[in-house]
T-cell receptor, first 117, second 114 residues
Framework: AQTVTQSQPEMSVQEAETVTLSCTYD???????LFWYKQPPSRQMILVIR??????QNATENRFSVNFQKAAKSFSLKISDSQLGDTAMYFC??????????????FGQGTILTVHP | EAQVTQNPRYLITVTGKKLTVTCSQN?????MSWYRQDPGLGLRQIYY???????DKGDVPEGYKVSRKEKRNFPLILESPSPNQTSLYFC?????????????FGNGTRLTVT
């Protein structure tokens, strides 16, 4: 079974600054995806970024980038030039590829990020 | 617009009164699932379905039922709700088939059982 741990229950950052959210995971699988989802106060679950485990290059999406360390089983999210609209709960999630339980996301506990003006 | 639609958005009920939360997707996805979100625990999978008439338990299935009679619909049934089922519920779907496609989520149902 997989586990995902987000050790920072809450984080805060000033507008325009950079913040990094931590995520570690435990798995014996070799083929998997990792995701970051954002949940604003509206409760929507919005995909921020995803990373394929077999790709060494870190994924980036505009102001969002990840630092994927496969050997260390670490998957942190960096938000650059933070904006007020980035205020949300952020979830790290793991998805095993293939097998009989494909499509299942295993989530971390979440990190509440507050961006201050 | 491609979407997953859940209803209702909010639901308050009493212990033991059967309820159904509906979920429908218009993306022709084969895979659908239900999650519950609780503080400090993140989201946990309740049930999932890989296709019509194919359903299986997730990590926290006790007290829940599902059915998948049509590809687009995947209702969550609580036959005798209890206060420990007070939670935020999400339906999700994906085309995935084991290739890591992201899940599309509904907007959530906040359930309170008194």
């Amino acid at each position: 079974a997989q586990t995902v741990t987000q050790s920072q229950p809450e984080m805060s950052v000033q507008e325009a600054e950079t913040v990094t959210l931590s995520c570690t995971y435990d798995t014996s699988e070799n083929n998997y995806y990792l995701f970051w989802y954002k949940q604003p106060p509206s409760r929507q679950m919005i995909l921020v970024i995803r990373q394929e485990a077999y790709k060494q290059q870190n994924a980036t999406e505009n102001r969002f980038s990840v630092n994927f360390q496969k050997a260390a089983k670490s998957f942190s999210l960096k938000i650059s030039d933070s904006q007020l609209g980035d205020t949300a709960m952020y979830f790290c999630a793991f998805m095993k590829l293939g097998g009989t339980s494909y499509g299942k996301l295993t989530f971390g506990q979440g990190t509440i990020l507050t961006v201050h003006p | 617009e491609a979407q997953v639609t859940q209803n209702p958005r909010y639901l308050i009920t009493v212990t033991g009164k059967k309820l159904t939360v509906t979920c429908s997707q218009n993306m022709n996805h084969e895979y659908m699932s239900w999650y519950r979100q609780d503080p400090g625990l993140g989201l946990r999978q309740i049930y999932y379905s890989m296709n019509v008439e194919v359903t299986d338990k997730g990590d926290v299935p006790e007290g829940y039922k599902v059915s998948r009679k049509e590809k687009r619909n995947f209702p969550l049934i609580l036959e005798s709700p209890s206060p420990n089922q007070t939670s935020l519920y999400f339906c999700a779907s994906t085309i995935d088939r084991g290739r890591g496609s992201p899940l599309h989520f509904g907007n959530g149902t906040r359930l309170t059982v008194t």
